[in-house]
């Protein structure tokens, strides 16, 4: 089984300190793929994580998330497994709201819903591209710093598009961090 084979993938989380793991399963509850948090611990203790990587298999690298460091507004370059650029993403601040636009393969996409209860939809020229929803995994879980939440794609979405959509669903984890982090 891989990811791109998949058109539900549940997310589960575990963070502390130092770390922004994610387990991937597929609509069954089997494990297809896993993300590891890079960077120093040091540097992850202090300002989080900054770069996430999507395993599709042992040591096989699909998918980069790179929070690149910018004075004001976070910026983030999704990548495939190789480092060619496949969407970048940046969070916006508007009147009384925060705004976040992604740019991938030359589109632009519009979030939809409620980014930060992880209850959204990802759309493009076409359509929804991806629809993102918040699952309860129990209370001992959340005490436990870990958290579900499934990411549905559509059917016809290209391996490239794939990757920008869950490179995206990251990245807007690591703004939600961020922004927990610092208020």
């Avoid at 990587?53 to 004001?72: L, Q, R, S």
């Amino acid at each position: 089984m891989t990811i791109f084979s998949q058109n539900t993938l549940i997310f589960q989380q575990t963070k502390n300190f130092s770390k922004n793991d994610f387990a991937i399963l597929d609509s069954s509850g089997t494990q297809i793929a896993h993300v590891d948090t890079g960077g120093s611990t040091l540097g992850r203790m202090f300002v989080g994580a900054r770069e996430l990587t999507v395993f599709d298999g042992p040591d096989n690298p699909v998918i980069v998330v790179k929070d690149t460091m910018t004075m004001g507004r976070d910026r983030f370059e999704i990548l495939d497994g190789n480092g060619s650029p496949l969407a970048s993403l940046v969070k916006r601040i508007t009147f009384f709201k925060t705004k976040v636009s992604i740019s991938m393969l030359g589109e632009e996409l519009e979030l939809l819903g409620s980014i930060w209860d992880f209850d959204f939809q990802i759309t493009g020229p076409g359509g929804v591209l991806g629809t993102v929803t918040r699952e309860w995994s129990g209370l001992g879980n959340a005490l436990m710093g870990k958290s579900t939440y499934a990411v549905s794609l559509a059917e016809n979405l290209t391996r490239q598009q794939r990757q920008a959509v869950i490179g995206s669903v990251l990245a807007l984890d690591l703004i939600r961090e961020k922004q927990q982090r610092n208020s």
